[in-house]
């Protein structure tokens, strides 16, 4: 009897596996890997073929995991992520070290990108490198260091450090709000095409109990899957947006955006941003280097929003 090894599948084919129990999107994985949706479809029959077992399985135009492809997806996404921990130690080795922060896609836009030019200057030998998603951080999964996360503490075992205080006000393209004139009190904005944010539902209800109790249940009229899209819907003169302040502040600064001030919402508790990292990586140089920057970061658009009454 031979007690030689079994043969490894075709790398191509683990790696199509890897985005896909990633990402778990044939699309996404697909982007991620700069190849069709069909070549990871391909890919993945291959891996099933050499074990001879179903690892994913079709759910309506989902894309799931048998329990045999939840239970190999789990190694292969280990496995990955050390040989991902091993070429950042041959980058570091070459150009310096790298560290990698998930961020959400409306914070990349409106806080991250605007000041990153500071942070380079600031840390020449650091590489940082921005991960915009709006899924929640995965350290176990994602190849991170660090991440800027919406919501709400503890998480898990990550440490964490709140960056902002999050409020409300509504803001709108100075055309519609023209269009609509005049807008005296909080229930003229049921006028007005109200849109939510998919992912936090009740923040029009909340804030029209806290100004206009009579009409908090004025239905929003429009619907935006993230807030990244709810708020470039604004910009379009689509209609009117809770936006979280400070965050919000540089587009109301540049005249992308008007905010009724008047009417922020300080009594409506919205979810803040943290900046979170494992607790082993505490005193990492580059993780201090990276809290930092976002402090300065943060400070910045509590400034602004200040200045706009917010």
């Not at 409106?110 to 590489?127: C, K, M, Q, S, Y």
Request: glycine letters at 4%; aromatic letters at 8%; charged letters at 25%.
């Amino acid at each position: 009897m031979s007690n030689a090894p079994s043969p490894l599948p075709p790398l191509a084919s683990l790696r199509a596996f890897e985005a896909l129990a990633r990402s778990g999107s044939v699309k996404l994985a697909s982007e991620s890997l700069n190849l069709t949706p069909s070549a990871i479809t391909h890919q993945i029959r291959t891996l099933e073929a050499h074990f001879g077992i179903q690892l994913v399985q079709r759910n309506g135009r989902n894309i799931e995991l048998t329990e045999n492809g939840a239970i190999y997806a789990s190694a292969v996404l280990s496995a990955f992520n050390e040989l991902f921990r091993a070429s950042d130690l041959l980058e570091d080795r070459k150009r310096g070290p790298i560290v990698r922060v998930s961020v959400t896609p409306t914070f990349a836009m409106l806080a991250a990108l605007p000041h990153l030019e500071r942070f380079r200057i600031d840390n020449p030998g650091l590489d940082l490198r921005l991960e915009a998603k709006n899924t929640l951080a995965d350290f176990e999964r994602d190849n991170i260091d660090a991440a800027v996360q919406f919501g709400e503490p503890p998480f898990g075992s990550l440490t964490y450090h709140r960056l902002l205080r999050s409020r409300a006000a509504p803001c709108a393209d100075l055309k519609l709000l023209d269009r609509f004139a005049p807008i005296q009190h909080p229930e003229d904005l049921t006028k007005l095409p109200l849109i939510k944010v998919a992912t936090a539902p009740e923040l029009w209800p909340r804030w029209f109990e806290e100004y206009e109790p009579q009409v908090a249940t004025k239905e929003p009229d429009l619907v935006g899957d993230s807030l990244l899209t709810a708020i470039q819907m604004a910009r379009s003169s689509m209609g009117v947006v809770l936006a979280p302040f400070p965050l919000i502040a540089p587009l109301v600064s540049s005249g992308a955006l008007t905010v009724m001030a008047q009417w922020g919402s300080k009594s409506m508790a919205l979810r803040d941003f943290y900046f979170t990292h494992r607790g082993v990586d505490g005193s990492s140089e580059k993780i201090k280097a990276v809290h930092k920057w976002l402090k300065v970061v943060a400070k910045a658009l509590e400034t602004d929003s200040r200045k706009l009454g917010v």
